[in-house]
């Protein structure tokens, strides 16, 4: 049964008879190109401040596991009073660590190619003068 | 490790601490990761293959930045070093302006306090600090954005601390530590009866100042307003006396000879060197005979181009535009300029307060006031 099977996927959407999918895409203009080169380094300062969200929303889950643990409901207030102690706060920290180890890797991935005396797999431009 | 609580220090809901948090995991790991972890991609890859296409190492800090921006490292974590510079004010900003009013009200001062606070609203804001919010702090250390406001000193206070994942101390007091015993070390018979930290923000660098000499008269001056009021409420609720006034260190009210001790920590490195030459001048005026200047700063000179660079990441990357015309001021000639005596020129190191192994020791320098 469909309904013991925890996040289900949704059922396909019926196409019987005379319904197709909906289109997800828009005839006429194509899309305009809206960012110029600069903005990828203000893509990457709005990158930066979401990570930060995912991490207080990650924190805000624990702090509900650790209420829950303790047997206290996690109320707004019960959240708002809650202070991790310091091994949960040893724990979050090294969380925080390892994802930003995971998040970020696309650029620590030049320093291990390099201890590992691998040449990178880019193409290093032209750079004297 | 937490920031020693005191009145005048905001407080965080559940989500700011969070985000708070994120900072300091992000400034450590920007500081104690990538940024050091650059030193192999360079020495390891980029150095070798410019070398070997032609024939010399690069000659200058220009020709080391074209060499690092073509490679993804420096310039992802590059990006990455500034946004956490920017989000630490921003996520800490928000915080405080939340509870703006609460702050201020906690700030005001009383009548049994133990120091005073001396507020100049004529003063005139030094365009070098109105026009540059220098570490990418927005408003800098002066800006005002009600009555009464400690805005931005209670943002430099937890800012700090969230910045330095703590590695400045519970107080963020390390440097001011630092400086007090080069003092005690290098001038024990020297006993201060009164004692000037300019620039002193918050106060992390006043307060141990008079923990290490409770006999003297400490003050604490800065240009921006919301400096003075947050460092005098902060030294009340630690109980300890001080007094601090609103005024630019290149000319101060106070008058001839009246300090035996005029101390600075992390400010010349913001100024531009016709100011440097000015708080030393003015440093000069101020001190009895027998009396000390003491700055920090005066790094030997640095002979490898990529080190030049990179000890210039804080200019380049966090609006500390000055910060290259003070390193190359040539300081003993500076001080003497200033009216020091050549030969009471002196200067001294201490271990890196936080970041042991990988800062350079902290260097400083001052004169003797004949």
Partial sequence: MADDIPFAAPPP???????????????????????????????MVMFVALMSEVSALRARVDT???LLDGGTSPSTAAVEAY????????????????????VLRAITEEREAALDGRKPEIAHVDHAG | ????????????????????????????????????????????????????????????????????????????????????????????????????????????????????????????????????????????FHTELSDDDVYAGALYDRGVYVFAFGGLGPRNDGLGVAQAEVIRERFPELKPRRILDVGCGPGFTTLPWKEYFPDAEVHGIDVGAPQVRHAHARAESLGIAAHFSQQDGAHTDFPDGHFDLVASMLVTHECPVPVIRALFKEAHRLLAPGGVMLMDGGMPPIDDPF????????????????SGGFKALDYPKAVAEAGFAPERYFTA??????????????????????
């Fill in chain 1, 13 to 43: 959407a019926q196409t019987d008879g005379a319904r197709r999918p909906r289109r997800r895409w828009a005839r006429g203009v194509d899309r305009p190109a809206y960012l110029q080169p600069g903005d990828l380094d203000r893509m």
């Fill in chain 1, 64 to 66: 509900h596991e650790a």
């Fill in chain 1, 83 to 102: 202070v991790p102690d310091d091994a949960r706060g040893v724990a979050r920290d090294a969380q925080r660590q390892a994802m930003l180890s995971r």
């Fill in chain 2, 1 to 140: 490790m937490f920031q020693e609580p005191h009145a005048a220090l905001p407080s965080a809901t559940h989500d700011e601490l969070a985000r708070q948090d994120f900072c300091s995991s992000l400034r450590k790991m920007f500081t104690t990761d990538l940024f050091p972890g650059a030193n192999d991609v360079y020495y390891r890859q980029l150095l070798p293959a410019f070398e070997a296409r032609y024939g010399r190492p690069p000659a200058s800090p220009q020709e080391v930045k074209r060499l690092t921006d073509s490679s993804f490292y420096f310039r992802g974590s590059d990006v990455v070093g500034r946004a956490a510079q920017e989000l630490v004010w921003d996520t800490v900003g928000e915080s405080i302006e939340r509870q703006l009013d609460t702050l201020n009200g906690n700030a005001r001062p009383r009548p049994a306090d133990r120091g005073t606070l001396r507020l100049n609203p004529d003063l005139e804001i030094p365009r070098y600090i109105d026009a540059v919010d220098i570490h990418v702090m927005p408003g800098n």
């Fill in chain 2, 307 to 322: 080190v030049q660079m990179r000890t210039s990441w804080f200019g380049m990357n966090a609006n500390e535009p000055f």
């Fill in chain 2, 349 to 370: 190191e201490r271990e890196p307060v936080y970041l042991k192994g990988q800062l350079p020791p902290i260097s400083f320098f001052g004169a003797i006031r004949d």
